[in-house]
C-alpha cells in the first residue's frame, strides 16, 4: 500500500477484500498478504480477463472524482490513491470493470467516510457476472393423427419378367382436410404409377419381391408391405410348368402370368362362388347354389314337379296327376316348357317347346347378330361369361332408367375414380371377367374402358346387346317394355 505524507486526506481502493485478488475472482476468501507484495492475477473463471478497473468517488456534495486503473500487468494490483478529498462521512467509491472479450461485467461499491490528515482504506468487493446470452422460447404441441393403411393385391404370384400383378391401397386419416398422397416401391420390378392408390406391379424381377406402400399425410408416414412371388417361368410354352394354373394365356381364361381367371362357368369353384357351372337346378347363373325347396318353381332331384298345384304337384312336389301341357310343370321327358297355357307367342307354344319370346324375335329383327348376344362366341366358357354379364344386369335393374349400363359397372363412382379402379356397380365382377385378361401393364379398369361394346370380347357382345334392347325393343315411346333390362 502507498501511503503519502502530505496532510490531505487520501482514499486507497482495492479491488478485493483487504486488497485482496479472491474479490475480484469471487471466490470470497480474504487475501492476507500485504498490499505491496500482492500479485493480482485478474483472470476470471473460464479464462476470461480484465485490463482495466474504473472507479467513482461520489458524496458529500463534492464533484464526482472518476479514474481508472491497467491491471494489465501480471504484477498490478487493482488500487488507487486518491488525495485532497474533503474530510467528511457518506462518500460512496464505486469500480467496475469488464472482460477483454465483454462477455463478463464486474462492480462493487463501498461507503466510506474521511478523516482529516489521515488516511482511510477502503476495500471494494467487486461481483462478476457473465452477460446473460440465453433466449426463450414457446413452445406449444400439436396433435397429428397419423393415417392407417390397407392393400391388396392379386395374383401373388407372376412370371418373371412380364408377369403383372393389379395393386390396391386404402389410406384412411381421422384428421379433417387432410389430403393423403400414396407412394409404392418394391425391392425389385416396376409400378405403372407407383403415387397412384391403385396400380400395377410388373414382376420384372425374380425371385420373392417385397411392394412397400407408403400413405403420408404431409405430416406422419404410415407404411404396409406385402411379400409376392416372381417365378422365372416360361409362361406361353403350351406346358404347365411349376406355378403355373394354366399355358397358354387365352382371353377370359388363363391371363398373361398363366394364372386361370376365375369366372362363373369354367367348372371350378372359386371365392365367392358356391357352385360351378351353372345348370340352372342346383347353380344359378351368377354360380350361386340353389337350394332344392319345393315351391321354388325349379324342378329339382327328388321332384317330379314344382311348384305345388291342386290335383297336380303335391305339397311335396310329386305329381298327382299324369303330366300334361298346360299344368304349369314341365315334364322333363316331352317339354320344354310349360307356362300353364297352351297358347303361344309367349316362348312356349301351344305343345310346350321352347319358342323366342317376343324379345327374342325384336332382337333378331333390329340387332345386329354380328355385334351382339353370346351364341356367337367362341368357346364356352366365353358364352358363359356372356350371359352372366346379362344376367346380372337384368336381375339388379342396374340399367333400368339409364342411357348407359356403364353404372352397372362403376356404380356411384365418378367416371374418373371408376377409371381409376374405384368401381363399384353391381356387376362389377361379371363386367370385369368378361373383358378379358388386361395388356401387360393396362389395369383391369381400362381394360374394361376400352373393350365395353368391343364384340370381339365377351363384355362387349352383352352390352352392345343390353344397349340395342333398351334403344330398338324398349323405346321410351313403348309404356311396357318388351325385353328385360
Same mark, same amino acid.
Given at each position: 500500500?502507498?501511503?503519502?505524507?502530505?496532510?490531505?486526506?487520501?482514499?486507497?481502493?482495492?479491488?478485493?477484500?483487504?486488497?485482496?485478488?479472491? =474479490?475480484?475472482?469471487?471466490? !470470497?476468501?480474504?487475501?492476507?498478504?500485504?498490499? %505491496?507484495?500482492?500479485?493480482?492475477?485478474?483472470?476470471?473463471? %473460464?479464462?476470461?480477463?480484465?485490463?482495466?478497473?474504473?472507479?467513482? /468517488?461520489?458524496?458529500? !456534495? /463534492?464533484?464526482?472524482?472518476?479514474?481508472?486503473?491497467?491491471?494489465?500487468?501480471?504484477?498490478? *494490483?487493482?488500487?488507487?490513491?486518491?488525495?485532497?478529498?474533503?474530510?467528511?462521512?457518506?462518500?460512496?467509491?464505486?469500480?467496475?470493470?469488464?472482460?477483454?472479450?465483454?462477455?463478463?461485467?464486474?462492480?462493487?461499491?463501498?461507503?466510506?467516510?474521511?478523516?482529516?490528515?489521515?488516511?482511510?482504506?477502503?476495500?471494494?468487493?467487486?461481483?462478476?457476472?457473465?452477460?446473460?446470452?440465453?433466449?426463450?422460447?414457446?413452445?406449444? @404441441?400439436?396433435?397429428?393423427?397419423?393415417?392407417?393403411?390397407?392393400?391388396?393385391?392379386?395374383?401373388?404370384?407372376?412370371?418373371?419378367?412380364?408377369?403383372?400383378?393389379?395393386?390396391?391401397?386404402?389410406?384412411?386419416?381421422?384428421?379433417?382436410?387432410?389430403?393423403?398422397?400414396?407412394?409404392?416401391?418394391?425391392?425389385?420390378?416396376?409400378?405403372?404409377?407407383?403415387?397412384?392408390?391403385?396400380?400395377?406391379?410388373?414382376?420384372?424381377?425374380? @425371385?420373392?419381391?417385397?411392394?412397400?406402400? *407408403?400413405?403420408?399425410?404431409?405430416?406422419?408416414?404410415? =407404411?404396409?408391405?406385402?411379400?409376392?412371388?416372381?417365378?422365372?417361368?416360361?409362361?406361353?410354352?403350351?406346358?404347365?410348368?411349376?406355378?403355373?394354373?394354366?399355358?397358354?394365356?387365352?382371353?377370359?381364361?388363363?391371363?398373361?402370368?398363366?394364372?386361370?381367371?376365375?369366372?362363373? @362357368?369354367?367348372?371350378?369353384v372359386d371365392a365367392p362362388e358356391m357352385c360351378?357351372?351353372?345348370?340352372?337346378?342346383?347353380?344359378?347363373?351368377?354360380?350361386? @347354389?340353389?337350394?332344392?325347396?319345393? !315351391?321354388?318353381?325349379?324342378?329339382?332331384?327328388?321332384?317330379?314337379?314344382?311348384?305345388?298345384?291342386? !290335383?297336380? $304337384?303335391?305339397?311335396? $312336389?310329386?305329381?298327382?296327376?299324369?303330366?300334361?301341357?298346360?299344368?304349369?310343370?314341365?315334364?322333363?321327358?316331352?317339354?320344354?316348357?310349360?307356362?300353364?297355357n297352351t297358347t303361344s307367342g309367349d316362348g312356349?307354344?301351344?305343345?310346350?317347346?321352347?319358342?323366342?319370346?317376343?324379345?327374342?324375335?325384336?332382337?333378331?329383327?333390329?340387332?345386329?347378330?354380328?355385334?351382339?348376344?353370346? =351364341?356367337?362366341?367362341?368357346?364356352?366358357?366365353?358364352?358363359?361369361?356372356?350371359?352372366?354379364?346379362?344376367?346380372?344386369?337384368?336381375?339388379?335393374?342396374?340399367?333400368?332408367?339409364?342411357?348407359?349400363?356403364?353404372?352397372?359397372?362403376?356404380?356411384?363412382?365418378?367416371?374418373?375414380?371408376?377409371?381409376?379402379?374405384?368401381?363399384n356397380g353391381s356387376c362389377r365382377v361379371q363386367?370385369?371377367?368378361?373383358?378379358?385378361?388386361?395388356?401387360?401393364?393396362?389395369?383391369?379398369?381400362?381394360?374394361?374402358?376400352?373393350?365395353?361394346?368391343?364384340?370381339?370380347?365377351?363384355?362387349?357382345?352383352?352390352?352392345?346387346?343390353?344397349?340395342?334392347?333398351?334403344?330398338?325393343?324398349?323405346?321410351?315411346?313403348?309404356?311396357?317394355?318388351?325385353?328385360?333390362?
Amino acid at each position: 500500500m502507498i501511503r503519502t505524507a502530505a496532510r490531505n486526506a487520501t482514499l486507497l481502493a482495492a479491488a478485493t477484500l483487504l486488497v485482496g485478488t479472491a =474479490a475480484i475472482n469471487c471466490s !470470497g476468501k480474504k487475501d492476507r498478504e500485504d498490499v %505491496g507484495s500482492i500479485r493480482l492475477a485478474l483472470n476470471l473463471p %473460464g479464462g476470461k480477463v480484465i485490463n482495466t478497473v474504473s472507479f467513482t /468517488i461520489t458524496g458529500n !456534495g /463534492i464533484t464526482p472524482i472518476t479514474g481508472s486503473i491497467n491491471v494489465s500487468d501480471p504484477s498490478a *494490483t487493482a488500487t488507487v490513491l486518491v488525495s485532497s478529498i474533503p474530510a467528511g462521512t457518506g462518500y460512496t467509491v464505486a469500480m467496475n470493470a469488464v472482460s477483454t472479450d465483454g462477455t463478463t461485467t464486474c462492480a462493487g461499491s463501498q461507503m466510506f467516510d474521511i478523516l482529516a490528515n489521515q488516511t482511510t482504506a477502503v476495500t471494494v468487493g467487486l461481483q462478476c457476472r457473465a452477460n446473460n446470452n440465453n433466449g426463450m422460447a414457446t413452445i406449444m @404441441g400439436t396433435f397429428n393423427q397419423c393415417p392407417t393403411v390397407s392393400f391388396t393385391a392379386s395374383p401373388l404370384i407372376a412370371s418373371s419378367p412380364a408377369g403383372v400383378i393389379n395393386v390396391s391401397a386404402t389410406g384412411m386419416d381421422l384428421d379433417p382436410m387432410t389430403t393423403l398422397t400414396y407412394a409404392w416401391t418394391a425391392t425389385g420390378g416396376s409400378f405403372a404409377a407407383a403415387s397412384s392408390a391403385t396400380t400395377t406391379y410388373l414382376c420384372s424381377a425374380p @425371385g420373392q419381391q417385397t411392394l412397400t406402400i *407408403t400413405v403420408s399425410d404431409g405430416a406422419c408416414p404410415t =407404411a404396409g408391405t406385402l411379400v409376392v412371388t416372381c417365378v422365372p417361368l416360361a409362361c406361353g410354352n403350351g406346358t404347365l410348368d411349376t406355378g403355373e394354373e394354366c399355358d397358354p394365356p387365352a382371353s377370359g381364361t388363363c391371363d398373361a402370368n398363366c394364372q386361370r381367371i376365375p369366372v362363373c @362357368g369354367d367348372s371350378n369353384v372359386d371365392a365367392p362362388e358356391m357352385c360351378d357351372p351353372p345348370n340352372g337346378v342346383l347353380c344359378d347363373s351368377m354360380c350361386r @347354389g340353389i337350394p332344392i325347396i319345393c !315351391g321354388n318353381m325349379i324342378v329339382q332331384p327328388g321332384e317330379q314337379c314344382d311348384p305345388p298345384q291342386a !290335383g297336380v $304337384c303335391s305339397s311335396t $312336389c310329386q305329381m298327382l296327376a299324369p303330366p300334361r301341357c298346360g299344368d304349369g310343370m314341365v315334364n322333363q321327358a316331352s317339354e320344354q316348357c310349360d307356362d300353364g297355357n297352351t297358347t303361344s307367342g309367349d316362348g312356349c307354344s301351344a305343345t310346350c317347346q321352347r319358342e323366342a319370346t317376343a324379345c327374342e324375335m325384336c332382337e333378331a329383327q333390329f340387332c345386329d347378330p354380328t355385334l351382339v348376344g353370346c =351364341a356367337a362366341l367362341a368357346t364356352a366358357t366365353e358364352q358363359a361369361q356372356c350371359q352372366a354379364v346379362l344376367d346380372c344386369v337384368r336381375m339388379s335393374d342396374c340399367a333400368v332408367g339409364v342411357p348407359d349400363p356403364q353404372r352397372c359397372y362403376c356404380g356411384t363412382a365418378s367416371d374418373i375414380a371408376c377409371l381409376g379402379g374405384s368401381a363399384n356397380g353391381s356387376c362389377r365382377v361379371q363386367i370385369e371377367a368378361a373383358a378379358g385378361t388386361p395388356d401387360p401393364g393396362t389395369a383391369v379398369s381400362e381394360a374394361v374402358a376400352t373393350r365395353f361394346v368391343d364384340p370381339t370380347y365377351p363384355l362387349g357382345r352383352a352390352i352392345n346387346l343390353i344397349n340395342c334392347d333398351r334403344d330398338s325393343c324398349n323405346p321410351p315411346a313403348v309404356p311396357t317394355a318388351i325385353c328385360p333390362l
